[in-house]
C-alpha cells in the first residue's frame, strides 16, 4: 500500500473545488495514479512527477512520488521545479481512456456530483447510522470543505433550535402531527455531532481559522468560543452529545480554555455549569500540563447569586475531576465493562440472532453507549459521564462510529427515536408541576372564542392540528 505523505491533504485547499475534487478522486485511487506513471519513460534520478490538472504551464499540478505517492498541491501560478517531468492533462486523459474508474471520477468532478459531495450530504440525514469509513472518508475531505463544514454545523445548530421550540411544550410527542419536526430535531441534532467532530478531528487548526474568520467579521463574537463549543452539544440534555462536545472541548485547548476559565467564573444554570465544566475537565484529563491549572480553576468557590443546583453541580465536577485524575486507567477499562452490561441488558428479550449485541468487541461496545441518549440532568448519569472522561478524550474521533459490517442499511428512522433523544432536555426544561398550556388559550374541545357557537377545534382551531 502506498504512503502518503499527508502534507498534500494540508495543501489542497490551494486548489479550486473541480480540481481539489478531481485530485482527491486520484488520491484515493493511487493505483491508477501508479497506472499513469508506468506508461512515462522516467530517468532513474527522477524521484518525482508534477501532474496537471488543466493548463499544462499555469497549472494547477499534483505532486507525486515515481511510486505513485501523493507529495504535495501546486496552486495555479505555482511552477514545479526545474527538470522535473510533468503529466499534461490532456495526457492523463488519454493514458486514462481504458481505466473506467478514473474517467468516472474526472466526469463526476467536471459535473460537480462527485462522491465527496454526496458523502457530505448524508451527514444531514444519516443520524447515528453514520458508519466510521464514512466518517473517515470526510476525516480525509476536511482540508478541503472544512468553511462548510463550519456553515453546516451553524446551519445545523439553528435547525435543532428551531424544531425544539415547536416540540418543547407539546403535550404528546408520539402524535402524528409532530413526526416532521421530529425528524428534523433528530437530523439536525446528529448533524451538529458530525459536523463538530469533523472539525475538530484534525486538532485545533480549522476549527482556530474557523473562529478567526467569524470574529473578523463579527466583532460581537469575540469571546464567546466557549458559547458554540462545546456548550450547544451539552445544552441538548444527553450524554451522547456531551461527550462529544467534550471531546471536541479537549482538542482545542488553546482555543477554548480561556473562554471556559471566564464562563466557569460568572453565575450560571446547571446547563451552562454541566457544559464548562465538562470542556475543562475534558481539557485538564487529556493535557498533564494544563492539569493543575484546571482543577484550580473547578475547585473555585460559585460565584454569588447562583442556582443551588448550579452551585451543587461545581462541587460534583470538582470532586469527579479530581478521582478521574488519581485513577485514568481503572476509569478507562471500567468503561468497556459498562457498555457490555448496558448492551447486554439491551439484548434481553431480544430473538437470538441479536443477542449478539452483548459479545460486540469493547470499542464497538463504547460507541453504541456514547451514543445512547442518556439524561444527563440525572446526577447518577453525570457521574457516569465524568468517570467515561478518562477514555473519551484518548479517543479518537472515529471512535465515536460503529464500522459499516454493524449497521443494518434496513434499518429505518422510527419517531421513537426522537422521542428517546428529545425528552431529557424537555423534563429538564420543563420540570413536572410546571404547566406546558396557556391557561388562558382556547381548550380544543371548550367552544371557540369567535362566538360561532362551535368547538374551538372545530373553528378556528382546525388548521392547528
Known sequence: MVAHDTHFLTRIERLERTHAE?????YHDSELVRYVLSKLDLPDAVERVAISLDDPEQ??????????????CLGKGMRPGDGQPR?????????????????????EAETSTSHCRRLVRKVLDAGDRLSREEFDELVGLAPLLYPEYFHALVSAVATSTEAYGRLERARRLTAPRHATALRVYWNSTWSMAHFALLLAADGPRFLTDVFD??????PEYVGQRAELLP???????????AARGAWVASKIPRVLLPDLKKSWAEAGTPNTSMS???GLSAIGLRHRRLRAEVRKVLARPEPPGEEPLAAALRKVFSAGYDTACEAPEPLREAVSETAHKVLEQISKGLPNKERALAEFPDEVAVSVLLSMP????????????????????????????????????ADEWKRREAVMLIEPRRKHDHPRGSTSVDPTAPRRKG???????????????ADKG
Open 374 to 409: 442518556l439524561g444527563l440532568h440525572d446526577v447518577d448519569t453525570l457521574v457516569h459521564l465524568l468517570m467515561w472522561l478518562p477514555w473519551v478524550v484518548k479517543a479518537e474521533a472515529r471512535d465515536f462510529y460503529l464500522p459499516a459490517r454493524y449497521l443494518d442499511p
Open 59 to 72: 497549472g494547477p499540478f499534483i505532486i507525486v512520488a515515481r511510486d505513485g505517492a501523493f507529495v504535495t
Open 22 to 26: 478531481l485530485a482527491l478522486a486520484l
Open 87 to 107: 503529466v499534461t492533462r490532456r495526457r492523463l486523459d488519454t493514458l486514462s481512456r481504458h481505466i473506467e474508474g478514473l474517467r468516472r471520477a474526472i466526469d
Open 276 to 278: 464548562f465544566g465538562l
Open 213 to 218: 474568520r467569524v470574529e473578523a467579521m463579527s
Open 447 to 461: 367552544p371557540c372564542p369567535c362566538g360561532s357557537g362551535k368547538k374551538y377545534k372545530r373553528c378556528c382551531g
Open 231 to 241: 456548550w450547544v452539544l451539552t445544552r441538548l440534555g444527553v450524554t451522547s452529545f
